[in-house]
C-alpha cells in the first residue's frame, strides 16, 4: 500500500515540464504530508521544521484533525450551493467576523462581510467597493494611494496597488490612477500629498505590518495620521490584513494595536482564515456599504459552505484572547533568539523586527545560501523584500519545535559565516 502510493508520488513528481514557468522551487523537494509545524518529504525520507506555514496560511498547523473532520462532515451535507441562496455556515461566519472583530480590538465599526476565495480577489472588492464610495460623492473621486514595498495580490486591480516593478512592468497598462508614496517619509509630508489630492481619492490601502516587502510594521503613528487626513477627505482606508491578520501579529488584527479613531473603513483577511482552504474575505463600515447596490460585485464560490465552516473554527480558535496571548508569548522567544544570533553576527544580521508570530530577521546581503543551508539541515524558512528572512510559523508550533528550528537556523547562519 505504502509502497503504491510512493510509486504513484514519484511518478508524478517527475512531471515538472506539465507546469507553467512561473515558479522556483527547489529541485529534489516534494512535500508529501504534514503535522502542526512539521512537513515531510517521504519519497527523499526528509522531515523539516516548517515557518513558511504555506506562506502565513496554515495558521493552525498542517493537517489539524478538527479541520478534516470539519471538512468530511461538511462536504459530506453541503459543498455549494452559490450565492443565489443563503446558507448558513456563511451567515455565522459573517456575523463571527464582524462580532469577533469588535470584541478583540479591531475596526470598533465593522459591518458587513463579502467572502471571497483568495486575497488578492479581497483586495480586488476593497479596491472597487473604495471607487464606488469615491465616485458616490464625486465622479472624479477614483484614484488610488498606496505604498512603496506594498503587496496587495497579482491580479490587475491587486497588481496596480502593488509597487514591486518585477511583478507590474512585465504587463503593461495596469489600473491607472494610484499613487504610491514612501511610508518612512516624514508624516506631515505625507498628509499634506493627500491633502492636496484629497478631492481626486477614492480610498488608500496599506498593510499595517508589510509583510512580502520585507517585515515592516508601520508606526502606529503614521498609520494614525494617514487616517485622520483620510477622514477629512471622505477617503476610505482599507488594511490589507491578509498576512499580518488572525491573531499572526499576537491580536486579532494587526490594526487592533490602534485606537478606534485610526481604525479602517474596509480590511481584508484571507491566508490563515481556511488554514489553507481557499477563503478571504472584505470587511466594511456601514458608510461603505451604503454606497453599494445590488449587482455592483459578486463571485460563484465566494462564501461556500464548505469554505466558510472552516472560516467557522478557525476564527474560533483564534479570537480567543489565551490563543492570542500564546502567540506573543511564542513570538517573544523568536524574536529573542533571533536578537542573539543578531548579537553574535553582527557584521552580517542587520536587524530583527515583527511582531507576534511574523518576524524578520535581515541580512546585510543576499541570504540565499543561508535558507538553502536550512533546508538541507531541515527548516523550511522564505525571504522577503531585502535580504530579509521571513519567519512565519504556525501560529500552534509547539515550543520545542520552534527551538528546533531557531537550533537549525543558527547552525546554517554558522555554517555560511563561519563562527
Ligand atoms: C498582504 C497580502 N495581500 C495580498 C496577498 C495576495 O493573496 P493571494 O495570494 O491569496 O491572492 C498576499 C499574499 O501573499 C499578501 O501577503
Not at 502542526?36 to 515557518?51: P, Q, R, S, T, W
Not at 456575523?95 to 459591518?111: C, P, R
Not at 472588492?125 to 512603496?148: C, R
Not at 494587526?254 to 470587511?283: E, M, Q, S
Request: aromatic content about 8%; hydrophobic content about 40%.
Amino acid at each position: 500500500m505504502l509502497r503504491n502510493c510512493l510509486n504513484s508520488t514519484r511518478r508524478f513528481a517527475s512531471n515538472k515540464a506539465y507546469q507553467v514557468t512561473t515558479y522556483a522551487r527547489p529541485e529534489d523537494l516534494y512535500i508529501t504530508r504534514g503535522v502542526n509545524a512539521k512537513l515531510f518529504d517521504d519519497i527523499h525520507g526528509k522531515e523539516f521544521v516548517d515557518f513558511t506555514a504555506g506562506i502565513a496560511v496554515t495558521a493552525l498547523g498542517h493537517a489539524n484533525p478538527k479541520i478534516a473532520e470539519i471538512l468530511q462532515k461538511q462536504a459530506s451535507t453541503l459543498v455549494h450551493c452559490s450565492n443565489l441562496y443563503y446558507n448558513v455556515e456563511c451567515l455565522k461566519l459573517s456575523e463571527k467576523l464582524v462580532e469577533k472583530t469588535k470584541q478583540l480590538g479591531g475596526q470598533y465599526n465593522a459591518s458587513r462581510v463579502f467572502l471571497c476565495n483568495s486575497g488578492s480577489e479581497a483586495n480586488e472588492a476593497a479596491l472597487k467597493f473604495a471607487k464606488k464610495y469615491g465616485i458616490s460623492q464625486n465622479p472624479k473621486k477614483q484614484g488610488i494611494i498606496s505604498f512603496e514595498n506594498s503587496f496587495h495580490g497579482r491580479t490587475m486591480g491587486a497588481l496596480s496597488a502593488t509597487s514591486n516593478p518585477k511583478y507590474r512592468t512585465p504587463f503593461g497598462d495596469l489600473v491607472p490612477g494610484v499613487t504610491f508614496l514612501n511610508v518612512n517619509d516624514d508624516l506631515t509630508k505625507l498628509q499634506s500629498i493627500v491633502n492636496s489630492k484629497g478631492d481626486n481619492l477614492a480610498g488608500l490601502i496599506v498593510e499595517p505590518i508589510q509583510g512580502e516587502g520585507g517585515v515592516f510594521p508601520i508606526p502606529l503613528e503614521t498609520l494614525a495620521g494617514l487616517k485622520e487626513v483620510c477622514e477629512a477627505h471622505n477617503i476610505a482606508v482599507i488594511y490589507d490584513e491578509i498576512q499580518c491578520g488572525l491573531g499572526r501579529s499576537g491580536k486579532l488584527w494587526a490594526h487592533a494595536y490602534l485606537p478606534p479613531n485610526a481604525h479602517p473603513d474596509i480590511f481584508t483577511t484571507a491566508k490563515a482564515l481556511g488554514n489553507g482552504f481557499p477563503i478571504a474575505a472584505t470587511v466594511v463600515n456601514e458608510k461603505i456599504n451604503n454606497a453599494l447596490v445590488v449587482g455592483d460585485h459578486g463571485t460563484t464560490y465566494g462564501g461556500n459552505p464548505l469554505a466558510c465552516a472552516v472560516g467557522n473554527y478557525v476564527l474560533d480558535v483564534i479570537g480567543d484572547q489565551k490563543f492570542l496571548d500564546q502567540v506573543l508569548e511564542k513570538g517573544e522567544f523568536l524574536q529573542n533568539g533571533l536578537k542573539k544570533l543578531q548579537a553574535k553576527y553582527k557584521d552580517h544580521i542587520v536587524d530583527v523586527r515583527g511582531k507576534g508570530l511574523i518576524v524578520g530577521c535581515q541580512f546585510k546581503e543576499n541570504p540565499a545560501a543561508v535558507v538553502n543551508k536550512a533546508r538541507e539541515l531541515g527548516l523550511l524558512v522564505i525571504t522577503a523584500g531585502k535580504n530579509t528572512v521571513r519567519f512565519v510559523p504556525p501560529l500552534t508550533i509547539e515550543k520545542e519545535t520552534l527551538k528546533e528550528g531557531l537550533d537549525i537556523f543558527e547552525k546554517s547562519v554558522e555554517f555560511v559565516y563561519h563562527k
